[in-house]
């Protein structure tokens, strides 16, 4: 065995479940190695938000921005994303720029000695040596997470071992696609407009068009819509909203098995309690969503039998028309965690509902607060700011003290 064969040099340990996992991942109560969206408890995840939007808010000045890149300006980062990727390799690479990490890439391992017959896990024990974290996106499911045994391995033999991050691995899990979509669903859900005043504000006037509406994740309908099965943003997201209280979810897919949700996350969600219901046509749900998750159908994956379903498919059936639009909540995020294709037109985009460019830019700051966690420095960022700035962050998550 070279190395290639790298689930079966971590067999038992990659047979276990996540949660017997989740204690290998993390170093002094800091998470060492990102690889499931299980990771995160809702401190976390509000710790995350904070740090984000008080890196956002320190970046708008020339001093808050040299404050940031002089915090990691010692760091190098290996960005192995042998899988294609516009949003999550750049917005890496802009988050470490911010906080002053260099960065290098790997994208096409044919232009690496993995071309002459190297296996991929000598090539991370190799780029350990140079780098201090590895960002990875490889088409394999479980390889970031057996390249995190890798590194804890090295550890206890006192060698050099570095935080693997898991920029998307297969079809299993994209965890930090789920931090940005948390991130923007905090924001949104404060229901906060520039012309909020002491006496009108935006919740007050949505309250009385939806006067249940509260602020906050909790008690919320949640729809994912397209390609649900295949979708491994789609599993982390709804791994992380599990945590917030009286959730319910409506998938909307294709009534094909492939596209329907696997029954290890419906298992996980209803043992969470989330009320789940079933639709196989947008127009038949939209208007009682709080949010629409849309997602494109991932025909990478497909077989010449998938082939032959899709040639009669309707995807009328799952694309956000403007008709369709006129039917939802005047607040209904519609997040994607992008590329599209036809699932959601252009003309959509002008809509206020329309975040998934917002989402897409917020995953460059949570991403950039997590790196700063892993590397120690968000309690910094945090003393920074409140010497800095009299009020706390502009986000949902309130000043939650340096972890
Ligand atoms: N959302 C996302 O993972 O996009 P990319 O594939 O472009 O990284």
Redesign the pocket.
């Known amino acids: 065995m070279n190395g290639s064969d790298f689930s079966s040099q971590f067999e038992g340990r990659l047979a276990r479940p996540v949660l017997a996992k989740i204690p290998d991942f993390a170093r002094q109560e800091r998470l060492k190695h990102v690889i499931f969206a299980q990771q995160f408890d809702r401190d976390l995840l509000d710790h995350f938000s904070a740090t984000a939007s008080m890196i956002r808010e320190i970046s708008r000045t020339r001093p808050g921005q040299d404050f940031l890149t002089g915090l990691l300006s010692h760091k190098r980062a290996m960005l192995y994303f042998t899988q294609?990727?516009?949003?999550?390799?750049l917005s890496f690479m802009a988050a470490c720029q911010i906080l002053g990490i260099t960065c290098n890439e790997i994208r096409d391992p044919s232009l690496s000695s993995e071309y002459k017959g190297e296996s991929p896990l000598d090539s991370m024990r190799m780029f350990s040596s140079y780098f201090d974290v590895i960002i990875m996106r490889t088409p394999q499911a479980k390889f970031a997470e057996s390249c995190a045994y890798l590194m804890n391995d090295l550890d206890k033999m006192g060698k050099r071992s570095v935080p693997i991050v898991n920029a998307?691995s297969g079809a299993d899990e994209?965890p930090t696609?789920a931090l940005l979509d948390i991130y923007t669903l905090q924001r949104t859900f404060e229901f906060t407009a520039k012309t909020d005043t002491s006496k009108a504000t935006r919740f007050d006037q949505l309250q009385r068009k939806y006067p249940t509406l509260s602020k906050g994740l909790d008690g919320k309908v949640y729809g994912f819509c397209g390609d649900v099965g295949r979708g491994r943003?789609v599993r982390s997201l709804t791994t992380l909203l599990a945590l917030w209280k009286n959730v319910s979810m409506v998938f909307i897919y294709p009534d094909y098995p492939k596209l329907a949700p696997y029954a290890d996350m419906l298992a996980r969600l209803e043992d969470a309690g989330i009320a789940i219901s079933h639709a196989h046509s947008l127009d038949q749900v939209a208007a009682q969503l709080d949010m629409l998750y849309m997602t494109r159908i991932q025909h990478e994956h497909d077989t010449p039998e998938d082939r032959a379903f899709f040639e009669t498919f309707d995807k009328s059936k799952f694309t956000l028309t403007p008709e369709i639009l006129a039917t939802m909540r005047d607040y209904c995020p519609i997040l994607h965690?992008?590329?599209r294709n036809e699932e959601i037109p252009f003309e959509i985009d002008s809509d206020n509902r329309a975040m998934y460019f917002r989402q897409a830019r917020n995953g460059m700051w949570i991403r950039a607060a997590l790196l700063a966690h892993i590397f120690d420095v968000d309690g910094k960022i945090g003393s920074y700011y409140l010497r800095n700035y009299a009020s706390a962050p502009t986000s949902s998550a309130t000043a939650v003290p340096p972890r």
């Open positions: 294609p990727s516009t949003r999550t390799f998307g994209h696609q943003t965690p992008f590329p």
